[in-house]
C-alpha cells in the first residue's frame, strides 16, 4: 500500500461524510439552493486565494526546482479557477467586485486558511504538502462522484467540469506522487505530522461545505443578537 493509500484508508470515514453532504448530493441533481451556491462560491474564491498563497509558501521551501515549479503552477492554476469559474457564476448571480470585495471571509473559511498557511510558513515541507493534499484529491473525486450522478443541463456544470476535468486530474496525479515520494523518504515522527496534517486538512474540506450549506457565518456573543447577556449557573455549596 502506497503512503496515500494509507492516508486515504486512515481518513474513509471523513470522506464517506463528505460524498454524502446534502451539499454534494443537491448539487448533483441540480436542486442546490442558489443562495446557498452563490454563498459558497463567494468563500470559495476567497479560498482560493488564501490556498494560492499557502502553495506559493510550500514551493519556497521545495527541495528542488522541478517540485517548486510544480507547486508555483497549482498556485497559478488556483488563481486561473478562481477568474475563470468564480466570475463565470459572480457574473450569473450578478455579484459585483465591490460586492464581493465586502463580503469577509467566514469563520469556516478563515479557519482552514489560517491552518493551510500556518502548516506551509510554520511546518516542514512534507507536512505542509500533506496538509495541502486534500484540497486537491478531495475535489477531485467529489467532482468525479457528483459527475457520475449528474442530472442533464445541471446549473452547476461548470463547476462539474472544472473538478472532474483533465487539467485538474494532472495537478492531482502530480501531487499525489510528490506525497508518496515525501512519505516514503519520512521517518516515524514526519510521517505522524504528516498524517495529522492530511486529517486535520479532511476535516476542514468537510466543514467548509457545511458551514456553506448552512450559510453560516461568524457566531456572535449572544447580547449582539438581541437575547440576554450570560446568565450565570446555580450556585455552587463549598463543603
Ligand atoms: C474549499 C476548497 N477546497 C479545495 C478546492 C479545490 O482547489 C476548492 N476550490 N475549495
Redesign the pocket.
Known sequence: MTFTQDLAKQTADLWQQIYDMPFNRDMALGTLRRDVFQGYIVQ?AH??EG?ARALSLAAAKAPSADVLAQLAGSATG?IH?ERELHAHYMGLFGVSDSAFAAIQPSAACDH?LSFLLRSAALGDFPEAVAALLP??W??REVGRDIAKHSQPSNPYAAWIDT?SGEAFDESVSRMLALTDRLGAEADGPTKTRMERAFRRACWH?WR?WDSAYHMEDWAQPPAAQGAPAYQSGPPVSVP
Open positions: 470559495d479560498y482560493l490556498f488556483a479557477v482552514y484540497c486537491f478531495i475535489y473538478y474540506e467548509f
